[in-house]
């Protein structure tokens, strides 16, 4: 059950859209305007790039030397520090220091064994799935790993109330231990996503003794199996970690300590790696990798992300995510053709251009360029005229009000006011909303939204960027799509292993979920993260996860 994805050999090379003449002369100019009345920090990524970042770079293979603190700027705050309950990208790059999984992933796209020691097994026609564990490994609180930790951990994703995992799980019905070093997962039917699953958070293995003794109270003593140990968290300032003696390499880890500190904005996280107050910039923006890359003592990471930015209409969320749909009595909720023409108002070109420098891709679906799974459809050019006619026959009043949910940072403020001033040619009134990350997530969760925008890290297996996001009942599901044709779709992707008839079944889901025009999909993005030239070993797969399991300070350096 060793899974690929694609790996460097076989992904497209990088492009440069060019959006239309006509777009750059009218559009863009009025767009410019916008921006610029309002002042923001985002002006500078109107200017065109100075320098090309190159082919990919993943890993610095330099050595090490032991010791020091390693601080790392996160672009926002991480949730909660439980694998069971948390749903943030950020919050994964903490846990890969901290929370080893069953399986990982590795340059290549490939799913590897990190706790276990092969890939698993499969009998009973795929229902039954056996996993070996390694030996020797323990806890950050010397509690020793063996088949039935990984048998509470299993259960307790499965079954806590709030738990995000659940979903994910849905067709795990039971975990046995058998013996000390293998355990055995019962499955209502064949379930190709488990794999994929097993090496991200529903694969992360929790103390049992933690998590007897803590309680509801675990995301503030996070207890697992890594390099590093949690040692303690300042909400919106801080997380450190230090090195775990019990951990089962060491040996290997060159680092004491690492600190992850919350600085939202991209030009403060560039400014403090120039005066050596972080090391590692993480999710650095275009217009902060366009100026990286003129500093002589800073070095670029990037790969081609497995995720996208979008847009999240609310159609049915009235009673939290992962609740039967409601009604909302709004114009974008109740008719499609009103979420249609927003989204053909939109020049996803355009948008990549000035608000990402042209260093990002456009797309209008989940699946990433490059993968199998990949549709190549194409999208749909803005079109106001048939914008107008949509809103036209759908018998509302113009302009149609839209709140846009928005993340506080810099980027997400011009993504905001771009989309704003292309949604208003089209006959909307759009009103942008900035919030903090963490409250707008819980916004997100409860329904308390009209539009968000979304930024999802994107997952190896197609159905990590599309099930739990569109099918009902899904713990991601913000939007509240509940579509029967959705939920066969995703059920049949489920159970097909053959890769051709798969990739027919998401190409078809794909079309489904953009004909409900309930997630807008703009931008494939780049994984982009700078680091200090004094530090090595660090790397930064697909994932976009920052893991320093290897990373130290460069031998002979300061």
């Not at 670029?300 to 992962?322: E, M, V």
């Not at 942008?432 to 707008?440: K, M, N, S």
Request: one cysteine or more; charged letters at 25%.
């Amino acid at each position: 059950m060793r899974q690929r994805t694609s790996g460097p050999s076989d992904r497209p090379p990088p492009i440069r859209h060019r959006p239309r003449a006509a777009a750059l002369s009218a559009l863009a100019a009025r767009v410019l305007f916008v921006l610029a009345a309002g002042a923001t920090a985002g002006c500078a990524s109107l200017a065109s790039p100075t320098a090309e970042v190159g082919p990919d770079r993943m890993t610095d293979p330099r050595p090490a030397r032991d010791g020091g603190t390693l601080t790392i700027a996160l672009k926002s705050d991480p949730d909660k520090l439980d694998p069971t309950l948390a749903s943030t990208a950020v919050g994964r790059t903490v846990f890969t220091a901290m929370c080893e999984k069953l399986y990982d992933v590795d340059a290549a796209n490939r799913i590897v064994p990190q706790l276990a020691t092969a890939p698993p097994t499969t009998s009973d026609g795929g229902r039954t799935v056996t996993i070996k564990l390694r030996h020797g490994v323990r806890f950050a609180d010397g509690t020793r790993m063996d088949a039935e930790a990984v048998k509470t951990s299993l259960d307790r994703h499965r079954t806590l109330t709030g738990s995000v995992r659940a979903s994910e799980l849905k067709p795990l019905t039971s975990v046995q231990a058998v013996g000390d070093d293998t355990v055995r997962l019962r499955l209502t039917k064949p379930y190709v996503p488990l794999l994929a699953l097993l090496a991200d958070r529903a694969g992360m293995v929790m103390s049992p003794t933690a998590l007897k003794r803590y309680g509801k109270g675990f995301a503030s003593h996070p207890t697992c199996v890594g390099p590093f140990r949690y040692a303690e968290r300042v909400v919106g300032d801080r997380i450190v970690l230090d090195k775990d003696p019990n951990y089962y390499d060491a040996d290997a880890v060159h680092l004491r300590r690492v600190i992850y500190r919350t600085i939202t904005d991209g030009n403060v996280r560039l400014a403090n790696l120039q005066s050596g107050d972080i090391q590692v910039g993480d999710q650095m923006d275009p217009v902060q990798v366009g100026r990286a890359l003129t500093e002589p003592g800073l070095q670029l990471f990037h790969s081609p992300s497995l995720g996208y930015y979008g847009l999240t209409l609310n159609i049915g969320n009235t009673k939290g995510a992962g609740a039967p749909p409601g009604r909302i009595d709004t114009p974008i909720a109740r008719d499609v053709r009103v979420r249609e023409a927003f989204d053909l108002s939109l020049d996803r070109d355009l948008i990549n251009t000035i608000v990402f420098q042209g260093r990002y891709r456009p797309t209008c679906g989940p699946l990433p360029a490059g993968t199998p799974y990949a549709t190549g459809s194409q999208c749909p050019a803005r079109d106001l005229a048939k914008a107008k006619r949509l809103l036209r026959a759908a018998k509302v009043t113009t302009p149609v009000r839209v709140r846009l949910q928005i993340s506080t940072t810099p980027e997400d403020n011009r993504l905001g006011q771009v989309i704003q001033a292309m949604a208003k040619e089209a006959g909307f009134a759009v009103s942008l909303a900035p919030t903090e990350f963490a409250t707008g997530l819980e916004h997100s969760r409860a329904g308390d939204f009209q539009a968000a925008t979304t930024n999802w890290s994107g997952r190896l297996d197609p159905a990590g960027n599309i099930d739990v996001f569109t099918g009902t009942g899904g713990a991601q599901n913000y939007g509240g799509l509940s579509d029967p044709a959705v939920d066969r779709l995703i059920a049949e992707g489920g159970t097909t292993a053959a890769k051709p008839a798969r990739k027919k079944i998401y190409a078809r889901l794909v079309e489904r979920v953009r004909a409900a025009h309930t997630v807008l999909y703009l931008i494939q993005p780049t994984n982009y993260v700078s680091v200090t030239k004094q530090v090595a070993g660090v790397k930064v797969f697909g994932d976009g996860l920052i893991r320093v399991k290897d990373a130290g300070y460069v031998k002979g350096g300061s």
